[in-house]
């Protein structure tokens, strides 16, 4: 038996997914979809999808009634799962202090070190689950969370059991990500804390089967390219796949070795060159632009035009951590467009369709095609331009995960 869990039925603009140009998106007017055992059963026309799928029929029907209906937003990139309050380095970096002089001085990724380790791990899960709230009302349906405020193994261990708990208990799709290689321990020297990660952490991990990405931070100051390399490695060993935090604030050759090492994405790309940009689209890696941490440290951005005229299907994540506490999606699109230059539309592809690429999901993720999840929102707005349009305000209405109603008005409404 087969079971009609939605129809939205009456949208002014139903966004389908990328257009074929992937510069541009499919749309639908006056179009409906039908989410049948979560998945997308039918898109169209209204009247064509509600005659074989009658609203009257579904689990849940809803009138879209002129306003815009697009697939759940995709977020790729997060440091979620944190303790603690940095507001004040926010205040700092306005008047001068740069991330690094925080860092170096013990601040900025060693301070939530610190919190998080003394954090229990209810406290954990009930910091994940608001901001997972947040996000969700915000239109996130999938989210990638990385761990790295442990940086030893049983912290980090507890993060990423925290980030299963938390994907088990919230309808957003959760998505683990090992980041022992966050930063080096304080007192610690990097080349004996990365043989910890290769050695301790990185099998545990393992043992434990809990997270499906490993991340490094390959940068100035952090982790070289050969440290990043070696923990990017034995991390493939250990069945993760490969992702980078690439030339963020110096150039040193993030990008190369995440092409080298078939990285499912690089990410930030401040500083890459045209050649880095070449050597991504060559190996099939998504570059996850993060628009948000450059706005929040007065940085440059990112050359969106040049990868997306390079071909390559970018992506923009939200990035959301304590340094860029920003849990929406829309605001990562705005600055996209305002910012980089991105057209409504290719930033809608990049928070949604290459959002799911940069997550290796090939379920039609972020589309609204047959077969894809029945993850979808309803904007309070009739089309996708008034996402970055509306910078500052929450455009989504409501928001169902595999076909069930799940946030509403700005709230969540599941239980
Ligand atoms: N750059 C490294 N990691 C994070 C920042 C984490 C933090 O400052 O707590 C990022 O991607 O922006
Ligand atoms: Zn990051």
Redesign the pocket.
Known sequence: MTDLDAVVHGASELVVGPAESGRDVETVADGAVAVVDGTVAAVGPTDEVTREYPPANADRAVDAAGRAVLPGFVDP?T?GL?AGD?SDEFAAKLRGTS?QDILAEGG??LR?VRAVRAADEATLLSNLLGHLDTMLAHGTTTVEVKS??GLDAETELRMLRVIDRADEAHPVDVVPTFMGA?AVPEGRDADDYVEEVVQEQLPAVESQGVAEFCDV?C?EGVFSVAQSRRVLEAGAKAGLTPKV?AE?LAHIGGTQLAAEVGATSA??LLHATEADIDALVEAGVTPVL?PG?AFGLGAEYADAQAFLDAGAPVAVAT?F????HSHSVGFAMALSCVVMRMTPAEALVAGTRNAALALDRADGRGTLCEGAPGDLLVLDAPTHVHVPYQYGTNVVDTVLTDGRLVAEGGSTTYQ
């Open positions: 990139h440091h944190f940095r991330y900025g990724i939530t790295g405020y966050h931070f940068e935090h963020e990410d930030h993060l941490t990035d951590n304590p340094n860029c």
